[in-house]
């Protein structure tokens, strides 16, 4: 008789294997310090996903940060923005203002790549949510009234903005403006115009259907969808009734007779 301890040891091995690839291919966290420390290992950081990415930036100090931005990808940026930003439907506007506010300090090639990593939505939520703005109509005259605080004059002398109170949120959005204007003035003004013309929930909701599609994309399933897949039904609940499709035309194919 064939001894079978043997075979289930090896089909047990092989599970395992296979249970280990899979941990480590979407959950098994990555060092993306280690990864900076050497020039292989930089090279590498390119093909990290972007979930590894967004999990190993958890990790990182600001200046460790800083550092790595120059080898990842437009895509895998916007991978990160898509896993942080977002809880259900809401964006933060503060995580936003936080990652973004890295090209502050970048290289024109990385800022340039890291403002094209979002969506032009979310700019112009941030900016609706965090500024107060006023577009010039005379030399010396602004839309509306413009309110008391720190103010800031566009580069193009187009907009007069309201920064917030807070220091610290103001100084940030002070150096983010600067430099895209400094970067990208069109897109600037393109982004602080649709911020004045619509509605903040608009914004979010363009964003929020943009981030939906990419993360379905990538694997992940929508909040909202997940429960209408995964709820628990009652066994009282009627089964849900099938969709009877009705016929848009008749085929013209001949009748095949015996």
């Known amino acids: 008789m064939p001894n079978v301890e043997p075979q289930k040891e090896r089909e047990e091995l092989l599970v395992r294997q296979a249970e280990e ?11 993306l310090s280690a990864l900076l420390a050497t020039a292989n290992g930089r090279g590498r950081i390119r093909r990290v996903s972007p979930a590894h990415l967004y999990y190993g930036l958890q990790k990182l100090e600001d200046s460790e940060i800083t550092t790595l931005l120059p080898h990842i990808t ?46 032009p939505e979310l700019w ?15 030399e ?7 309110e008391e605080g720190e103010r800031l004059e566009t580069p193009d002398r187009a907009f007069l903005l309201i ?21 990208d003035p069109e897109l600037a003004t393109i982004l602080l115009l649709e911020a004045q013309a619509r509605t903040s929930v608009e914004l979010e909701e363009e964003g929020y259907q943009n981030c939906k599609r990419r993360i379905e994309t990538a694997g992940f399933q ?3 969808d ?32 015996a």
Do not use: N
């Open 21 to 31: 690839l899979v941990f480590e291919t979407l959950y098994s966290p990555v060092d």
């Open 74 to 119: 437009q895509e895998q940026w916007t991978g990160v923005l898509d896993l942080d930003l977002w809880s259900k439907d809401e964006m933060s506007t503060g995580a936003f203002l936080y990652l973004e506010g890295f090209i502050a300090g970048a290289d024109d090639p990385v800022a340039r790549k890291l403002i094209r990593a979002a969506d």
């Open 124 to 138: 112009s939520l941030l900016f609706k949510r965090r500024l107060r703005i006023h577009q010039r109509i005379e």
């Open 140 to 146: 010396d005259e602004f839309e509306g009234a413009p």
């Open 163 to 183: 920064l917030p109170e807070d220091p610290e949120e103001s100084r940030r959005l002070r150096a983010l403006v600067s430099r895209l204007f400094g970067l």
């Open 222 to 224: 929508d909040y909202f």
């Open 226 to 257: 997940s429960f209408e897949i995964f709820s628990v039904l009652s066994p009282d609940d009627p089964l849900p009734e099938k969709k009877r499709e009705s016929i848009v035309e008749l085929s013209t194919l001949p009748i095949l007779r």
